[in-house]
Nanobody, 122 residues
Framework: QVLLVESGGGLVQAGGSLRLSCTAS????????KAWFRQTPGKEREYVAA????????SYLDSVKGRFTISRDNAENTVYLQMNNLRPEDTAVYYC???????????????WGQGTQVTVSS
């Protein structure tokens, strides 16, 4: 069974920073595409960022470009999301996801973490 364990969420003031981490329980996913999504109550899960298996390719939701950075350490089976200059509208549960395709649709990802809450106060 594949487990994705997330950490790093919390409460921060607007303008602050957080770093999310997601570690996979198996090395078989070490070169898969990894992504971050977020979700607020009553809304669809929203794509935030993705990174290719080698780390050479990344993409971002327009509203987080220049503020968020996705990275990965394949030796540690871990993907990170560095979030700077956070805004209240970034408040959500953040999920990491793993899949074989570089895609923005949540349905394209096969494995999901349990989610970590990020709350940004104004």
């Amino acid at each position: 069974q594949v487990l994705l364990v997330e950490s790093g969420g919390g409460l921060v003031q607007a303008g602050g920073s957080l770093r999310l981490s997601c570690t996979a329980s198996t090395r078989t996913l070490s070169t898969y595409v990894k992504a971050w999504f977020r979700q607020t109550p009553g809304k669809e899960r929203e794509y935030v960022a993705a990174i290719s298996g080698s780390g050479a390719r990344t993409s971002y939701l327009d509203s987080v470009k220049g503020r968020f950075t996705i990275s990965r350490d394949n030796a540690e089976n871990t993907v990170y999301l560095q979030m700077n200059n956070l805004r209240p509208e970034d408040t959500a549960v953040y999920y990491c996801a793993v899949g074989s395709d570089f895609a923005i649709g949540a349905q394209r990802y096969n494995y999901w973490g349990q989610g970590t809450q990020v709350t940004v106060s104004s």
